[in-house]
């Protein structure tokens, strides 16, 4: 089949895309109830795939979605290596702003563009695909696999820590990789060897009873909305330093060789993250680059607020109540569970006179750091650098993906990121998209891979 682009070029669909396509074609948003059914038969479109590859194939039911494992024969003497993706997406909305629909892939520009396409279904297919190549040419794999697929990353990863836990025997490996976090610039091969934790939290403010007359009551009532404009503005100095007593108490300092190393980074400058984003200027603590700001500092954000009229022109109302959403991105060796007490007690502290504050606490992930230079680290940059024939750079990450502290907690065994999304990649926001060329490269890196990990 041959598909054309809006720029008018010809691509063949591979095989090798054709299944990334099916794959793709499944809405299995995990958070949204509706689409359950979806992630259930996305799961069993996975265990049809992988059963067919030879490998022994299992669906385990969770309180929510499935958790589906494949391995191969295992022998004794061999490595055993887990492959880690997750087969659930982020919601769609807005809709309007996505360019083709988001669960009907096509093809444009030498790109792949769905929602999941980056994130995680093209990058986990490029582990799936890479594995069968390899079985294709060889018959075997040169280590003990075990796939780990979930359908719940999206929404904290709840149920896979009591499934982890429930299956410890099973799942004993020696190393665990996984390609769902970043590529610093297109070609430039990237080991990530940190991630940071995350902690969620929503703060309501209630003031009267019921919406009231603004002109009636104002002035004489305190205003929820603008209540939480002074929560929220009490989070932060003016140097960019979070405003919370304790905050920064356990932050590991970042390392001058990591600093000296990050300075050598392409693609990450300030001017770049001025260009990627779009943002007239950049905003953060004080004597930090832009990177160690996102890789290695700890940061309080805002991810939604609301409260009052929302609708076209002027309402004269005093809202009854008012909310805000905040995240919190943690580096080791904060404790997401201490750091939320910090928080709360600082919320509690800070609600403005006249109003009553309720802190619901939400969804939360340990931060992560290991030594790229370890013995699977070097394996890991052998295998980068081999698939993509340049020199691999090694970074921390500002995006978190919890499992990966927990994996080190529950199996005691470490994690490679071997990171193949683009920072043009739009994940989580309409068109996302994965190029061609990461997805054929990405198979190739698991094909030199399981070599280097069998060594
Ligand atoms: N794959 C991302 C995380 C990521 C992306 C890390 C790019 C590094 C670079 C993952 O699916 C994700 O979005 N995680 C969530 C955490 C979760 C608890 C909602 C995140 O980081 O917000
Ligand atoms: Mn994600």
Not at 320 to 349: C, G, I, N, W, Y
Request: aromatic share 6%; hydrophobic share 40%.
């Amino acid at each position: 089949m041959r598909e054309r682009s809006l720029s008018g070029e010809h691509r063949r669909v591979t095989p090798e895309l054709e299944t990334l396509f099916s794959f793709l074609r499944f809405p299995s948003i995990s958070t949204d109830s509706a689409n359950t059914g979806d992630v259930r038969a996305c799961a069993e479109w996975l265990i049809s795939k992988l059963a067919g590859m030879g490998l022994a194939t299992q669906l385990h039911e969770t309180a929510r979605h499935p958790v589906v494992i494949a391995r191969n024969q295992h022998h004794a003497g061999r490595r055993t290596v887990l492959i880690y993706g997750h087969y659930d997406v982020q919601p769609v909305d807005p809709l309007a702003l996505w360019s083709s629909k988001p669960f009907e892939p096509e093809l444009r520009d030498g790109k792949i563009w769905a929602r999941g396409a980056t994130d995680n279904k093209g990058q986990m297919m490029a582990h799936v695909l890479g594995v069968e190549k390899t079985l294709r040419e060889n018959h075997e794999l040169p280590v003990n696999l075990i796939f780990l697929f979930e359908g719940e990353e999206e929404i904290g990863s709840p149920n896979l820590a009591p499934f982890l836990a429930r299956h410890l025997a099973e799942l004993k490996c020696d190393v665990i990789a996984i390609s769902d976090t970043g590529m610093v610039a297109p070609g430039v091969p990237t080991l990530g060897y940190g991630l940071r934790g995350i902690a969620c939290c929503e703060a309501t403010l209630r003031g009267p009873k019921g919406d009231l007359h603004s002109g009636l009551f104002g002035g004489a009532v305190a205003n929820p909305a603008a209540g939480i404009a002074r929560l929220v503005s009490s989070l932060h100095s003016p140097d960019g330093r979070v405003n919370i007593e304790g905050f920064y108490d356990s932050v590991r300092p970042l390392e001058a060789w990591e600093r000296e190393m990050w300075a050598k980074v392409p693609g990450v400058s300030d001017s770049d993250f001025l260009r990627i984003t779009g943002s007239p200027g950049l905003f953060g603590e004080a004597g930090y680059t832009s990177a160690e700001r996102t890789w290695a500092r700890p940061t309080a954000e805002v991810n939604g607020i609301g409260g009052g009229y929302q609708g076209e022109g002027s309402k004269t109302v005093l809202p009854a109540e008012a909310f805000v959403k905040l995240s919190f991105r943690l580096v080791p060796d904060q404790s997401p569970a201490e750091l939320m007490t910090l928080v709360k007690s600082h919320l509690e502290r800070h609600c403005p006179p006249g109003l009553e504050i309720d802190v619901e606490i939400g969804h939360d992930g340990k931060p992560y750091v290991t030594d790229p230079h370890s013995k699977f680290g070097l394996a890991a940059q052998a295998a980068l650098r081999s698939s993509f024939r340049a020199e691999p750079v090694l970074i921390r990450e500002g995006g978190s993906i919890p499992i990966v502290q927990t994996f080190r907690d529950v199996l005691g065994v470490d994690t490679l990121l071997l990171g193949l999304a683009l920072t043009d990649a739009q994940i989580h926001a309409p068109n996302e998209n994965f190029p061609i060329a990461n997805f054929e490269a990405g198979i190739r890196l698991n094909q030199a891979l399981l070599l280097e990990l069998a060594k």
